[in-house]
């Protein structure tokens, strides 16, 4: 694997409390990982150490193939950073913030000119670009913030919780944006606590809970490693069929039964069998995708979505 992040037994604390806890794993070069866990997991932390914004207690990291502790500037210089927080000029048009951004980089003249409007097009908001910032909604004021972001042509694009608290318009703008990066060759580090969206976005994961990295992968290789299978059934009879002793774990959802098993499929047939032969209706039997929400549960004991 070509890794362009690498994170060994990284540890930070504040005070007596442990943010990041010896984490270990690594981001390979283009595609979208996903940083995964619910508030107060370590993520931020982990993303202003890899910013050089924090210093780290213990351990280290390797970007780009760069020892962080040394090649600072030379990270920067190839890494964008989009932190939760709102950094613009309420009064300032959203083009000249990117001019100012822009020139913070080093950049001016026709080329910042070119790069600003190519960013402004790439985060859907070139018809506001005259605009005072102050007039915008949160979730435009996001996507300007990810525009700055975007006009040096980092590498790497590391985007803390970009959809915490956005309009449903921006968000689409967002994960269109991300879309469209990934298959310019970026490589972009996305935290979130929503599981829908590395879902919909992310290769590779980690997921996070206090301070420690608990499944880390594939999407695929986590879901298939720890997600629950199961089988959604609504039926008439309102007694759990007596098919599934001993090959599945039956708890009452909804209207119905969610039935786990190892094996779904052979259950499926099990139970199509046993419903034909009893001439019993079923309303519902249906194969429940492997969820992260599942995985999470199973590795922690509690629910992301109680956030
Ligand atoms: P996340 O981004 O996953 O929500 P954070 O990295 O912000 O998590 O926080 C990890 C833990 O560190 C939390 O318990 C949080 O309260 C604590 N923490 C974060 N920043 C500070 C700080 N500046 N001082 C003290 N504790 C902090």
Request: aromatic share 6%.
């Amino acid at each position: 694997m070509n890794a362009i992040v690498e994170i060994n037994d990284l540890t930070k604390q504040y005070g007596q409390k442990k943010a990041l806890d010896a984490i270990t794993f690594k981001v390979k070069e283009g595609g979208c990982f996903g940083l995964l866990g619910p508030n107060g997991a370590g993520k931020s932390t982990l993303m202003k150490l890899l910013t050089g914004i924090l210093s780290p207690d213990s351990g280290g990291m390797t970007i780009m193939g760069m020892d962080a502790r040394n090649n600072r500037n030379a990270i920067i210089s190839k890494t964008g950073y989009v932190p939760q927080e709102i950094t613009l000029f309420e009064t300032l048009s959203a083009r000249r913030n990117l001019v100012f951004f822009g020139e913070m980089y080093g950049m001016k003249g026709e080329p910042l000119k070119r790069k600003i409007e190519e960013v402004l097009q790439q985060v859907g908001l070139a018809d506001r670009a005259k605009d005072a910032v102050g007039t915008f909604s949160g979730g435009m004021k996001r996507r300007i913030n990810i525009a700055a972001s975007l006009l040096h042509d980092p590498k790497l694009l590391i985007l803390d919780e970009p959809t915490v608290g956005i309009d449903p318009q921006s968000r689409n703008h967002i994960f269109e944006m991300i879309m469209a990066l990934k298959k310019k060759g970026m490589t972009i580090l996305y935290s979130t606590h929503y599981m829908e969206e590395v879902e919909a976005l992310c290769e590779d994961i980690a997921i996070m809970d206090n301070g420690r990295v608990i499944a880390e992968g594939s999407l695929n290789g986590v879901l298939e490693a720890h997600a629950a299978k199961a089988i959604y059934l609504e039926s008439d009879d309102v007694t759990v069929p007596p098919v599934l002793e001993g090959i599945a774990k039956a708890s009452a959802k909804g209207r119905g039964w969610m039935l786990e098993s190892s094996d779904p499929l052979a259950l499926m047939g099990r139970l199509v069998q046993y419903f034909q032969s009893k001439g019993i209706h079923v309303r519902s039997l249906e194969m429940m995708t492997p969820s992260l929400e599942s995985v999470f549960l199973k590795l922690t004991g509690s629910s992301l979505r109680d956030e």
